[in-house]
């Protein structure tokens, strides 16, 4: 009698960077926004949360953009659930606070991108 | 009731292998799943050994954190909704359709139904209640819900597959998949659906194996070689695994109309309840024996005709126990002596899982011509009297199989697996 194969460990997992599995340029574009608050590279993380979380299923092949007059809902395929997810992980991130009312006044991507800048500057230590 | 019911895909993953072909090895050959295990980092814990999933890491509670073997695709939108073990129940669903020479295509239209069964995530329950009790229930994983509670695989899978025929989770603790097997066969029996999916998956962590620990349950033992021995005098208590299994079955004329590969046949199944105690067995394993009697019945085979029984047997000094008093009731008193054993000495208890797993077990067995053996069983328990419990696998390919499972409540089930004429 024999194990089959070494086992999986450990049990209890580090603790991660919600980015750390997004490409190394956005974590960097995160890192610089911390430290210098250019509104770039919080732009940047934007795009790319946004991009992580829409549905593989409304992708067309090769799209990797999502321009500011794109619809969450209607062009990019999002449900109401993916775009809850997407404000839990921005709150997360930058530890904000988004109410429901504000997250349902948001419909295209460039909203979006508008309203976190606000938010996230109006958070940020004068 | 004349429709006949064909297995004709099998998908895997266990402790003692992700595929077929490795199941059937580790079965053939008695390797187990067992290793030293630590479920949450304290060392105070008596439970020292489990059998894991190899190749997944879905330990924490954001799917981002997971993974899993590359050659299975899980898109974002669905992964977000699974458990851990919807992880497992997504990638042995992808090999059981490729198994049988399906597409997602062919499950469209209303004639394939799904049946699964878990106990849900805990851990994950026990996770998302805590971040929103946290936050006044104002957030929280909005997917919270559908990737915890029981139900949790056929939500995800559905969706997921476009499944539109009948969809629904059975929960009766370690019968559940037995009885999603045992339904599905009456769903093509009825003409109701042409093809049924059943599945059946748990985690393996702390939050689903470790409140059995205060039952007295699972094994204290801290010897892998040892801690999970069905039927043995020295048992102790079972084994925790985790892991799916999918079994696909189609009506008789499909299958023959689509050249399908055919690993068994479902001519019958029964249940039974105890009506005695909420967590333990009959002493006499009155309800098992009853099971094992409706099946036969319905299945119109006598005792003297099975080859091969796989046993609930647990590990348990208690289950065990019963099960051997109603086997012996059931076949040695009618003069039968099956081969039986149980697979849990290699693979450990899969709970709400270890009905299909071993109903998976039993087709490859008839399929690929082997009996398996009773793994670390050294000195049968004195109620095993008269039972026939080889010790290693044989290569003797059983006709008739009957697969037995019993649940908290004392909901016991069995099926009954012919090789395909």
Partial sequence: ????????????????????????????????FLNSGDIADLDTVVIAVV?????????????????????????????SLALAEIVFFLEDLYKVTITNEELMSITTVGELRAFVRAKVIAARPA | MSREVFITGLGFITSIGNDTAAVTASLREGRHGMVPWDYCGNPNVPIKVAAPVRDFVVDSPSWRDWTWPAR?????????????HGVYAFCAMEQALADAGLTHADLAGGGTGLFCASAGSAFMLHHNLAQARASNFERGNPMGVVSSIAGTLNFNLAAHYGITGAVTGFVSACASSSHALGYAIDEIRLGRQERMIVVGAEELNADTLLPFAPMRALSTNPDPATASRPFDTARDGFVGTGGATVIIVEEAS??????????????????ASDGHSVAT?????????????????D?????????????????????????????RAVFTEAGAHPVISSTKGLTGHGLSMAGAMEAGFCALAIHEGFTPGNAHLHTPDPTCEGLNLPHQSESARPALVLNNSSGFGGSNVCHILRRPC
């Fill in chain 1, 51 to 79: 991009l992580d979380h829409q549905p593989t299923h409304a992708k067309k092949s090769g799209e990797i953009t999502a321009p500011d007059t794109a619809r969450l809902i209607a062009d990019l395929g999002f449900d």
């Fill in chain 1, 1 to 32: 009698m024999s194990e089959t194969s070494p086992p999986q460990h450990p049990p209890s997992p580090p603790a991660r960077s919600p980015l750390a599995k997004f490409p190394s340029a956005v974590r960097a574009a995160h890192d610089r």
């Fill in chain 2, 72 to 84: 299975y695709d899980i898109p974002r939108e669905t992964l977000r909704g699974l458990a851990p």
């Fill in chain 2, 254 to 271: 499909l299958a023959r109309k689509r050249s399908a590969r055919v690993y068994a046949e479902l001519i019958g199944w029964g249940q």
């Fill in chain 2, 299 to 327: 299945a119109e085979v006598t005792p003297e005709q099975i080859d091969y029984v796989n046993a609930h047997a647990t590990s348990t000094p208690i289950g065990d126990r019963a099960e051997a008093l109603a086997l």
């Fill in chain 2, 281 to 297: 067995s009959h002493p006499d394993g009155a309800g098992l024996r009853e099971a094992m009697r409706r099946a036969l019945r």
